[in-house]
């Protein structure tokens, strides 16, 4: 039997939905993502949103929350609330305060540490989350480079949801996003703890851009066509 | 410490300096101009004296009841008049369980000022028995969600509250003039509150270095405001309370813009809860009609009274 | 009632737009770090000021600027009746919060990151105008206090009897149940900061009151500021070289 | 009058407001036109380009004073000299101060400063004088150096980032104060001076002028420079058998003569005196005072009294007047 025999892929599911019966597979090893756990011979789904399957043997279950489950490797916005000789606290929409390293900036020695006050705002990468402990970030890439990752400068950060962020960074393009950057010029920073930052020349642009984007959540493709098609035509 | 940090919210310098340049080019973060109000919505609960209103993503629901008290010493034939302010900790992080903040009862104090010492509510005519039975009126208000501006919204749902309260009818009989009845609502329709005038609370924040004005801030402005400014007016044209407690300084000039602007929302927003209270009205009748449809003898009662 | 007589004096005898006698005296408190009394006619304010300290509770320190905290109080003998009141009541929480907010419109907080300034304000008499008197007095505690300020913050209240407008109401004036406007103002700046009321009051008369107690709240500045400037060369003439 | 709760006589009254007046005439040309209160703008040519410092703001193109105190100038440099307040720390001031807490590698101290300052255990020198890394035996000793409300005596080192105050004591002259008192007064009356530390031979006294206002008067302490910093090569053996044979001598040691005792408060009765008129605290004043009681035959107690604070009030107009004719 196929490992995507689930007919559950690509549904919604809630807690407590048996998505496979590990008795009817032959040998063989999964790997489960958030929102999925092992009970006994079944899989269970602990968390409300869509099944999703990536060949050859992972599901996880994909939803769109608030609040953001840190996870290395994903590039959030983060607000700075604190500094401590060692560590910048930030907020990155987390269950607890993240870490961001005095040092982890390109090149960062003891002598040139940023200084960061109160609600800046920062591009960041979670370098480690484990239970029980501060997630870590940096302002480096892999190689030591301070790539994107650092202070964004004016603009607004607009709150969205995780799902929000994640249609925005998925390709193809967000429809709404490709069709005003068609349109306007204008800066974007997604993170995926579902903040994201616009910039542009004008004030009004940023505004637009962000409460179209943030509205366009609660539409369905058709109606965000509708939607875009309509805001494009007021804009001229 | 952490756990501080953890609940309360930072405004990131970002957004404090871009609502400031946005309002020099005259245009704020939820696309309003600084001028605008947000979306008022009044809707009534079953039962009378009950309203939700919601403003923008601001949502307060007021509820009036009525008791029967013995009155004051000092005023023996006029009704009490109390407001109590909940702040639910479910409406913003920031709140905390238990005993209300500074800023609940600051909200409850302007309410209370404009609705009570500006005699909006004829407390007079809830004598029943002078010196020994009064009506004693109690409002509360919840704060279910607070996204800003929570003293205006406040204000508006107790207003519409009160305007949706019925008590029911007392007559005072015997020899003595002593004894009391009370009308069950199905005998004798319930009498609403003679409400002389509306005060309407309408409040401006002051933002940024030139202290540029808006009206109806989100908690985003409010977290960025240096100073606010509340005046509660009737259509009248009086004033009924103005609260400005501290914060940055303003041009008295500037006060008495906002108080012309206020006084031209005011009868927007008075108009507004009028027509709800007046349609939630009609509907009420026609609800009393169906129910009293099966007796007809009760049901011309309730007509007549209606 | 008759508040003003056909004559144009009040019930104490002063003219409408008089205001009552102000008495001013620094350094009440010895332990303070900033003390001072206040009076308006027969209203009669104590504050001090404590700081800027250390925060008391960490939790409450703030990285960017002081902490501002005010307790206002009323002295069980300061009214006719003598009574017990229940601290923290509904009323004194709200003018705690305007004191504080009104402060802290006019203290540099961003110069005392980490710390926390208390200010104490307490009425030992209460005939009218507390809530001016006690600001009054906060402003002078923090003058002399050493705490860095922008500016004075000043305040008068005015009122709306008999279709006159009067000055600086006393008790029996202000509980005559007629409209009572508070007004704080920062007199360099000529701003109004604190400004409250309450009954009802047209618009255009409004103005007028508010006018009013603004020019109370420029004489009352002007007294204050003798009375620093007095002190500060007292002080440094004692000291000498 | 600030601070004057004595009850005064008439005639003291009036000597006393004559003397007073005499100071004021004494001082009044040079400033009175440079006291400022909150708000006042402070004359400027804009032209020269003015560095603002303490105490000023511009606000609206002016300078404005944001407290009360005296203008002063310097070079481009305008800023307001505060009086009544709390102290303004500047690196290399000696301070008393008193130990709040006891917190990992650092004590927490009270030197009326809008916050807590550190001394970190490693900017002091160890009893034992050598220079050396700090153990974490060091750090379970801290309270066998300083505890809680000891009376301490340190410099100021630094500002730290986030605007709190570092300490240091790395001399042999700073430390642990003991056998003595020490008083509180307004730190506007302490000056800044080149020598804080005095010897007080004839009375046996050491007086700390803490820039913080902080007043140390005590018994005097012979400073011994440890010999042990000399001989750095056989430490620790002698310095326990030190420590423990000092126990008994170092009993007979603290024990402070009555006389002493004495000095101790006629001193620090001399200083209060001199706050509550609000006269600048030197080391010539208070002894000119000490002087003045003893030869006036007062009791330690006398001192606090009327007649005396009119006398020191009457001397001091006495002194600034021959002093200012002198310069002249």
Known sequence: ME??????????????????????????????????????????????????????????????????????????LGVVVDTKPENFLVDIKGPAIAFLPVLSFEGGTRRNIPKFEVGTLLYVRVVSANTGMNPELSCMDANGKAAEYGILKDGYMFESSTGLSRALLSSPPHPVLEGLGKKLSFEIAVGINGRFWVNASQSSTVILVGNAIQKSESLSMVQQKIYLEKLLKSIQ | MEQRLANSFTVTVNETKFIENALISDIRVDGRRPFDYRNLIIRFGSEDGSSEVQLGRTQVIA???????????????EGTFAIYTEFSPMADPSFEPGRPGDSAIELGRIVDRGLRESRAVDTESLCVIAGKLVWSIRIDLHIIDNGGNLVDAANISALAALSTFRRPECTVEGEDGQELIIHPPDVREPLPLIIHHFPVAVTFGFIGKENIVVIDPTHHEEAVMGGSLTVTLNTNGDVCAIQKAGGDGVLQSVIMQCLRIASVKAGDITSKIKNAVESYNTQRSLRKIKRHNPSSTVSNVAKHHA | MEFVSPEGLRLDGRRPMEMRQLRAELGAVSRADGSAIFEMGNTKVIAAVYG????????????????????????????????????????????????????EACIMTHLMPHSQIDIFVQVLQAD???????????????????????????SCSAGYL????????????????????????????DKVTLLQMDAKLPMDIFENVMQLATEGCKAVANYIREVLMENTKQLENRRGV | MRGMELPLNHTQKLRLQKALESLESLSSVTNSNASVTVADSIPVNQEDGVLKGHGTTELEGEVVATVCGVIERVNKLVYVRTLRARYKPEVGDIIVGRVIEVAPKRWRLEINFSQDAVLMLSSMNLPDGIQRRRTAVDELNMRSIFEEDDVICAEVR??????????????????????????????????????HFHHLEQYGIDLILGCNGFIWVGEHVEIKDNMIEDEPTKPDSKNKKSQISTTLEEQEETYTTLETRQNICRIANAIRVLTTLGFSITLDVILEIVDLSTKKGLDIHEMLGAEFCVLVAEKEAERRSVSTRRKR
């Open chain 3, 52 to 103: 800027p300290r250390e925060v008391q509770h960490r939790g409450q320190q703030l990285n960017d600027k002081a902490l501002i905290r005010c307790e206002y109080t009323m002295a069980n003998f300061s009214t006719g009746d003598r009574m017990r009141r229940p601290k923290g009541d509904r009323r004194s929480t709200e003018i705690s919060l305007v004191i504080r907010q009104t402060m």
């Open chain 3, 128 to 154: 009218g105008g507390t809530r001016s008197a006690c600001i009054n007095a906060a402003t002078l505690a923090l003058a002399d206090a050493g705490i860095p300020m922008c500016d004075l913050v000043t």
């Open chain 3, 162 to 189: 008999n279709t006159t407008p009067l000055l600086d109401l006393n008790y029996v004036e202000d509980s005559a149940g007629g409209p009572d406007v508070t007004v704080g103002i920062l007199p360099k700046l």
């Open chain 1, 3 to 76: 490992a995507s025999s689930s007919k559950f892929v690509d549904q919604l599911v809630v807690p407590g939905d048996v998505i496979l019966d590990l008795s009817n597979l032959s040998n063989q090893t999964l790997k489960l993502g958030g929102g999925l756990r092992q009970d006994g011979d079944s899989i269970c789904v602990m968390k409300a949103g869509k099944l999703r399957f990536m060949k050859p043997n992972k599901y996880w279950v994909e939803s769109s929350q608030k609040r953001y489950v840190p996870s290395a490797g994903d590039n959030v």
């Open chain 4, 158 to 195: 630094d500002f730290m980032r986030d605007g709190s105050l570092q300490l240091q004591a790395r001399s042999q002259k700073y430390g642990k104060l003991e056998r003595g008192q020490m008083l509180t007064i307004s730190p506007y009356l302490v000056k800044r001076r080149k020598q």
């Open chain 2, 63 to 77: 509820f009036v009841t009525g008791q029967l008290v013995q009155p004051y010493r000092d005023r023996p034939n």
